[in-house]
């Protein structure tokens, strides 16, 4: 039993530090569009929020990013871009919160 569990764990803890499967990641950028993320976002151009490459440029020293990020998409965000505000979305379950973090964290230029 015990020979099992700990690649179990072991597993878990992998997965939560991002690498997301190809397709986790185009139910991350569905997702971003239906949520109307993509309105605010572009993956690497600032609209009326940063682009998703400069996220990832500006957090990518921090292995703990991807939760700091779940709570400025979860409660919204001001003041760390500049003076627009991101409005909360307190829609989105822990699961989808979590998805949209990893996966903004994953996007590369
Ligand atoms: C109404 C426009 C708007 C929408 C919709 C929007 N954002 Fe944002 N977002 C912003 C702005 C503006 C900022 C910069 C806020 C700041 O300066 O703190 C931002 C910041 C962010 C950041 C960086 C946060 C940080 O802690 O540095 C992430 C990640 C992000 N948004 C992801 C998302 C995701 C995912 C969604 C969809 C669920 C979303 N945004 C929807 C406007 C928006």
């Known amino acids: ?8 764990l072991l597993l878990c803890g992998l997965s939560q530090a991002a690498e997301l499967s190809p397709a986790e990641k185009d139910a991350a950028q569905q997702l ?14 600032k609209i ?3 682009s998703y490459t400069s996220v990832v440029e500006k957090y990518k ?3 703990d990013a991807a939760s700091g990020l779940v ?8 003041g760390k871009w500049g003076r627009i505000p991101m409005p909360a979305h307190s829609q989105l379950s ?5 998805l ?8 590369q230029k």
């Open 1 to 8: 039993m015990r020979t099992l569990l700990i690649p179990l």
């Open 32 to 45: 971003a569009k239906d949520t109307g993320c993509l309105s605010c976002h572009s993956l690497t151009e």
């Open 48 to 50: 009326v929020g940063p």
């Open 61 to 63: 020293a921090d292995a």
């Open 71 to 78: 709570q400025s998409i979860q409660y919204g965000s001001k």
């Open 94 to 98: 822990a699961d989808q919160l979590k």
């Open 100 to 107: 949209l973090a990893s996966w903004v964290m994953s996007i």
